[in-house]
């Protein structure tokens, strides 16, 4: 794929979907953080389920810390792995109050020092909430950017540093999200939805079967 297509992939998922957002329910940016931490290896409809409980009962670091840890627990114990995910966001709302007034800061560096929070939630908080132009780059994005030809990359890291030299600055800020629910609901991993995606003919591996097709 060729700058010029990257340029009309983006117009044309821009065009069709002009707001895009994340599918994670939430009201503030400490809402965000720990959903997107409890996301992790879970899908946003199990944490949007145990969120919708959690959230109304406590919302903020100290709310979650006087919950304790076995009361945190009794709220996500339907996410996977939730045992660690509850620790991680114990010492993290513990450390937002000690370091950050309770605030979840808008800092790379600060958001990665907190228990559970890795490079990619990190960029989720800081492109969501603090409207920076970064990329955060998971399973569907990775197997996206590979197969069109968007961006490729051997892991996670090399494809989020193509994608950002690659893609145009206008639409920087909303790339994540466009790119996550293409790959969520067009270009899946089993099976895409060619006869649903709106830039097949700007897709490497779409062109490549095609050819292969015309051959056989």
Not at 67 to 79: A, C, P, Q, R, V
Not at 131 to 147: E, Q, W, Y
């Amino acid at each position: 794929m060729n700058q010029t297509q990257r340029q009309q992939f983006f117009s044309r998922l821009r065009d069709h979907n002009p707001s895009p957002t994340t599918e994670l329910n939430y009201k503030t940016p400490f809402e965000l953080l720990i959903a997107v931490i409890l996301s992790a290896q879970a899908t946003d409809v199990g944490v949007n389920k145990a969120t919708d409980k959690l959230y109304p009962v406590a919302n903020t670091p100290q709310a979650i810390l006087d919950l304790g840890l076995d009361g945190l627990k009794s709220y996500i114990k339907t996410i996977g792995l939730f045992n660690s995910k509850a620790e991680n966001v114990i010492k993290t709302c513990q450390q937002l109050i000690d370091k950050h007034g309770g605030e979840v800061p808008d800092d790379r560096e600060a958001l990665e020092a907190l228990p559970g929070v890795g490079r990619k939630t990190a960029n989720v908080i800081l492109n969501t909430v603090f409207k920076h132009p970064v990329m955060a780059v998971d399973t569907h994005i990775f197997r996206l950017s590979n197969r069109t030809g968007l961006a490729k990359g051997k892991n996670v890291r090399e494809v989020e540093d193509r994608l950002m030299k690659v893609i145009p600055d206008e639409f920087k800020l909303d790339a994540h999200h466009w790119l996550i629910l293409h790959g969520r609901y067009v270009c899946t991993a089993r099976k895409p939805h060619c006869d649903q995606c709106i830039v097949t003919d700007l897709c490497d591996e779409y062109r490549r079967t095609q050819r292969q097709r015309k051959t056989a």
